[in-house]
């Protein structure tokens, strides 16, 4: 079975600053896709950035951006110019494009604070 | 704008009860999804639907059942609620492509 692991429960920034989100997944597929989500405090669930696997470059939205090492199962986010509006639980999640209804697998998700 | 909705941002409820959380979604997607989300352990798939009346288990099915009459409405039952259910419940729906929808989490206790 696929697993998703983010070893970091909290992390912390000054704003302005980059910070950067670690998940590396387990799966014996070649083709997939891996996401990062947003829960800010609203609970409402937000699709930051999304990456296919069979793409060699890495996924960017303004300010997000990821680092996906296909060999070593990786897949960070990079928040650059941090604001207090990124302030969230983020998770990471991961699919695999034909496994019935292709349900998400999620990890534990990292807790962001934002220093102002 | 897309929507998903559900019935109770908050729910109380005591052991042994049977409780319904409905899930409403106005995009016509085929997809619906029951996920628990717990501190440490992030979000895990209760039940999925990706027709009407029909239905699959995730990972983490057991003391829950669902039901999809309509398109648009899945809910999630507990026959008899148990204090180790005591969690935030998220919908989701998707439509053929890739984005899951979320509705904003029902959390519930159980006393």
């Known amino acids: 079975a696929q697993t998703v692991t983010q070893s970091q429960p909290e992390m912390s920034v000054q704003e302005a600053e980059t910070v950067t989100l670690s998940c590396t997944y387990d799966?014996?597929?070649?083709?997939?896709?891996l996401f990062w989500y947003k829960q800010p405090p609203s609970r409402q669930m937000i699709l930051v950035i999304r990456q296919e696997a069979y793409k060699q470059q890495n996924a960017t939205e303004n300010r997000f951006s990821v680092n996906f090492q296909k060999a070593a199962k990786s897949f960070s986010l990079k928040i650059s110019d941090s604001q207090l509006g990124d302030a969230a639980m983020y998770f990471c999640a991961y699919r695999a494009p034909l496994q019935g209804a292709q349900k998400l697998v999620f990890g534990q998700g990292t807790r962001l604070t934002i220093n102002p | 704008d897309v929507k998903v909705t559900q019935s109770s941002r908050y729910l109380v409820k005591r052991t042994g009860e049977k409780v319904f959380l409905e899930c409403v979604q106005d995009m016509d997607h085929e997809n619906m999804f029951w996920y628990r989300q717990d501190p440490g352990l992030g979000l895990r798939l209760i039940y999925f639907?990706?027709?009407?009346?029909?239905?699959e288990k995730g990972d983490i099915p057991e003391g829950y059942s669902v039901s999809r009459e309509k398109k648009e409405r899945f809910s999630l039952i507990l026959e008899s609620a148990s204090t180790n259910q005591t969690s935030m419940y998220l919908c989701a729906s998707r439509p053929g492509g890739e984005k899951l929808f979320f509705g904003s989490g029902t959390q519930l206790s159980v006393l």
């Open positions: 799966t014996s597929e070649s083709d997939y896709y």
């Open positions: 639907s990706y027709d009407v009346k029909m239905k």
